[in-house]
């Protein structure tokens, strides 16, 4: 297995589209899950790919690559897997999630929002670079239970407190959790803006949002 996940890595590093889905196939047929791919092949082949780039060994258009790869692995193979697997009927409630303003990183937030579906969240995801407005306009429209928010630069996170901020103005504040996420985030910053819970990745993303919601597994 770990053979398998190794090749999977280096396939995904050489951008070699075909074998990088075919091994993916091959790897779920031996009964693994969606997550164990993500987490034990695909995600450390992403930031991989993020060292290289970072020590010039890779450029801009490999990053591109890279994202455009992992989005066809998930849209084509894991997203329909999860979806057979977790085929929740449920709705545990509705969560509005996006990734902030001024960021256009899309794999982790697209990660996280198809796990708190297949958990049987209604989750309504306005995709990237999104303005602090458009959370509370959708969470208001929607009545949202979680603000859900990803940032990968630290330039980035500080929209978080932002968002939080046009909560408290619009006042719905008091009525909607939030949960922030993504590289670039931590624990001890979640808790300096006033957020409600943090997830590391997308497994605990889901526990959290469950907890605050006060739904036990
Ligand atoms: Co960007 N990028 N990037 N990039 N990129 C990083 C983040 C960086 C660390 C790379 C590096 O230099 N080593 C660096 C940030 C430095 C910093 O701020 N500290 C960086 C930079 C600098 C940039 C640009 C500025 C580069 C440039 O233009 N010079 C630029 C910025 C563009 C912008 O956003 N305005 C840029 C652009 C890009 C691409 C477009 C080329 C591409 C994104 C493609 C896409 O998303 N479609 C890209 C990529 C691929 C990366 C790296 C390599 C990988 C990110 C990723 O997808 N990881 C990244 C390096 C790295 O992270 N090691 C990097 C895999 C993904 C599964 O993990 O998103 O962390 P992640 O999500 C996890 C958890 O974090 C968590 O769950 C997920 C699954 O477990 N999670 C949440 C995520 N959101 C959550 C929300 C939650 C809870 C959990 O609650 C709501």
Request: proline share 2%.
């Given at each position: 297995?770990?053979?398998?996940?190794?090749?999977l890595?280096?396939?995904?590093?050489?951008?070699?589209?075909?074998?990088?889905?075919?091994?993916?196939?091959?790897?779920?047929?031996?009964?693994?899950?969606?997550?164990?791919?993500?987490?034990?092949?695909l995600?450390?082949?992403?930031?991989?790919?993020?060292?290289?780039?970072?020590?010039?060994?890779?450029?801009?258009?490999?990053?591109?690559?890279?994202?455009?790869?992992?989005?066809?692995?998930?849209?084509?193979?894991?997203?329909?897997?999860?979806?057979?697997?977790?085929?929740?009927?449920?709705?545990?409630?509705?969560?509005?999630?996006?990734?902030?303003?001024?960021?256009?990183?899309?794999?982790?937030?697209?990660?996280?929002?198809?796990?708190?579906?297949?958990?049987g969240?209604?989750?309504?995801?306005?995709g990237?670079?999104?303005?602090?407005?458009?959370?509370?306009?959708?969470?208001?429209?929607?009545?949202?239970?979680?603000?859900?928010?990803?940032?990968?630069?630290?330039?980035?996170?500080?929209?978080?407190?932002?968002v939080?901020?046009?909560?408290?103005?619009?006042?719905?504040?008091?009525?909607?959790?939030?949960?922030?996420?993504?590289?670039a985030?931590?624990?001890?910053?979640?808790?300096?803006?006033?957020?409600?819970?943090?997830?590391e990745?997308?497994?605990?993303?889901?526990?959290?949002?469950?907890?605050?919601?006060?739904?036990?597994?």
């Open positions: 297995m770990d053979e398998l996940y190794a090749k890595r280096e396939s995904f590093l050489s951008f070699d589209f075909d074998n990088v889905k075919n091994l993916v196939k091959t790897i779920l047929n031996t009964g693994a899950s969606p997550n164990e791919v993500i987490e034990k092949a995600r450390p082949a992403v930031e991989e790919a993020g060292k290289r780039f970072e020590k010039g060994e890779f450029f801009l258009a490999e990053l591109v690559v890279a994202g455009d790869l992992f989005k066809e692995v998930m849209d084509e193979i894991l997203i329909p897997e999860i979806q057979k697997r977790g085929g929740s009927t449920k709705t545990l409630g509705t969560i509005v999630i996006g990734t902030v303003r001024g960021d256009l990183h899309d794999i982790g937030k697209s990660i996280v929002a198809t796990m708190l579906r297949a958990a969240f209604n989750v309504i995801d306005l990237v670079d999104v303005p602090p407005e458009k959370f509370v306009e959708e969470a208001a429209k929607n009545s949202a239970d979680i603000i859900a928010m990803s940032a990968l630069l630290t330039t980035t996170m500080l929209e978080m407190r932002n939080i901020e046009a909560l408290k103005k619009s006042g719905i504040r008091e009525k909607v959790k939030v949960v922030v996420g993504g590289a985030v931590t624990e001890d910053y979640a808790k300096s803006i006033g957020a409600d819970g943090y997830g990745d997308a497994v605990k993303a889901v526990k959290v949002c469950k907890e605050l919601l006060g739904i036990r597994d």
